[in-house]
Structures are given as C-alpha cells and as structure tokens.
C-alpha cells in the first residue's frame, strides 16, 4: 500500500519537473528583451488588479458622478534634454552603441539616461540644455556620416477638461483660464483642440489644453477648474495613439499593414458593420497572451484605459516625455 502511494507520489513529481523544465525553456527562447516586458506588464496588472476588480473604460470614467469622491494622481513633470541619435541605415542598437563607444569617450559628459529604440535608434538624456549642445556637437562631427543626430521639439504636458456646457472659443477658453485658476495666472496656455460630444438630449465641449512645465504640477493638485460660471473636471492629457483598424498602439489607422479588428467581437470587419453579440475581450490582451505567455486578464473592452498593455505603452511615453 504504502509502496504502491509512493511510486504515485514520484510519478507525479516527475510530470510536475518536466513541465516545469518545458517551462523554462519557453521563457528561455523568450529572450531578454521579452522577459522584461512580460515582467513589466505582469506589474502592471498585478498593481491595477489590487486597486480594482472591475475593469473601467475611459468614457465610463469620464462619466463619473460630480459628488464622487477620488484621490487625483499628481505626476510630475520634469523637462528633459534628449538627443535622439539615428542611422541612416537600418541597424541594431548594439551595433550603434558599439559605434558610440568606438567614437566618443563619455567620461565627461553629463549623460543621465540611455535608451534603445527600434532600428538602432538610441535616445540619450543629457543634464540640462546647455550640455546636450555640448554633446550634439562631438557627436555631429565623429558620427554625422552614418547617423542623423536631432534634438526632438520640446514637449510641454497637456491637460484635458471636460463636461463644459458653454462653447467658447480659443482666446475666451484661454481668457477662462488665466483669469479663474490663480496657478494658471502666469505662463503660457495653447489650445491643441476642442471637440463637442453628444449625451442623449445634451451636448458638452471637451478640451485639450498645453500648459507650462512649472504650472502642471501646481494644476493637477486641484480638483476642478474654474472656466465661465462652471466648476470643470480634467485629467492629465498624455494619451497613447491607437489605431482604429487593427486596435493597436502607436500607429493610426492610415498606417496600418494589420488585419482589421472590430472592438466588439473581435471578427475581422469594422466595428460600425458588426452584428454579432458584444464580446467584453480585449484584442492586445489576447495578443501578448499568445505571443508572451503572460496570463493577463483579457476581459476588458479594447479601449480600456485599465488594460495593461496600454499601460505599458502609456508609462513609456511617459517616460519619453518627462513624467
């Protein structure tokens, strides 16, 4: 008897360190690279997972009551000096940091972050303006035959105010702004866009604001924003572009080599042409779950601003941006 639990003991044991043996060998051929995003993504969802069990899609957010009560993130924005150094000719980032490390002797240069992209692309964060210049300059005259080095446009944070009942205009909007929000008193506003949205018998205007570095942070401590003779609610406007064929990220639609995706069941046609039930499935999920092995939770709509994939993406350009 005794012998007989043993032997069913040990051949159980034996299934469960093959599996886990063929485990280890899927993560393997992974890769680095995978293994860090998958890590990373895992994070994401585990940390959205302790705050909530129910998934909530940005318009669902956007419809939340005045009278409840929640505790505003306040990011911090702090400008950044980056180079983005690109070959002309198709490569790996390795080979471009090899490149760089032949070239150019970094020891006296301010260097506080180094990024790889794709293609070879490396972007590489200097301390302050003043030094990025320095840095353009040695790189321009040992590495300008095979690369293109550029600074980006500087980018200033953005805010996005909804549920205004009153349309005005750019300059009204903006007069609004500065004259109501004392934080908003100095310093530069833009108005990137304005949009009207429909709800059922009434309309209410959305806007995206641009704002100075050193007023976001005072701003995002606030809870509404003063504009005419209502009290309006915003967020921080950072927002991953997606496309609207295949639902995924970083590229639109006019751009897209991918099949198209409807975001209500998945099938390959648009999503005003479907007729099929409604399915709560999110295509990236589903993706990255085939594709990584992540085990993320894929019942969630595709524009779900809680899908951990466009977490990812969002921290990136965070990241990119200065948050």
């Not at 669902?60 to 409840?68: H, Y």
């Not at 009942?165 to 609004?176: R, T």
């Not at 942070?217 to 967020?235: A, H, P, Q």
Request: proline content about 2%; charged content about 35%.
């Amino acid at each position: 008897m005794h012998q007989e639990m043993y032997l069913k003991n040990a051949a159980e044991i034996k299934k469960v360190r093959e599996v886990a043996e063929q485990m280890v060998k899927q993560v393997e051929v992974v890769g680095n690279e995978n293994e860090k995003l998958c890590s990373e993504i895992k994070t994401i969802a585990k940390n959205k997972s302790s705050v909530t069990q129910q998934q909530k899609s940005y318009a669902n957010v956007l419809k939340m009551s005045d009278n409840t009560q929640t505790t505003r993130e306040v990011p911090e924005f702090k400008k950044r000096t980056p180079i983005i150094v690109k070959p002309k000719a198709k490569q790996t980032s390795e080979k471009t940091k090899q490149d760089l490390n032949n070239k150019i002797n970094p020891y006296h240069l301010k260097i506080t972050d180094i990024k790889a992209g794709q293609n070879g692309v490396m972007v590489i964060d200097s301390i302050d303006e003043s030094e990025r210049e320095k840095i353009k300059e040695i790189m321009d005259k040992q590495m300008s035959d095979k690369y293109e080095i550029k600074i980006p446009r500087d980018y200033k944070p953005r805010l996005f105010i909804t549920d205004m009942h009153f349309e005005k205009n750019s300059d009204e909007l903006i007069e609004c702004l500065k004259n109501q929000n004392k934080c908003l008193e100095q310093g530069e506003i833009k108005v990137i866009k304005q949009y009207s949205v429909k709800n059922n018998t009434k309309t209410y205007y959305n806007a995206i604001v641009e704002v100075d570095e050193c007023m976001f942070t005072s701003v995002m401590k606030l809870d509404k924003l003063n504009i005419g003779w209502e009290r309006c609610r915003f967020y921080d406007g950072v927002n991953v572009t997606t496309c609207f064929k295949c639902k995924g990220y970083n590229h639109k639609a006019t751009d897209c080599k991918s099949e198209e995706v409807c975001s209500k069941c998945l099938g390959k046609h648009k999503t005003t042409e479907c007729n099929e039930t409604p399915k709560n499935k999110c295509i990236n999920c589903i993706k990255a779950n085939e594709k990584l092995n992540l085990g993320l939770d894929e019942n969630h709509l595709c524009n779900s601003r809680d899908c951990p994939v466009y977490l990812k993406h969002l921290s990136a350009k965070k990241h990119r941006l200065g948050y």
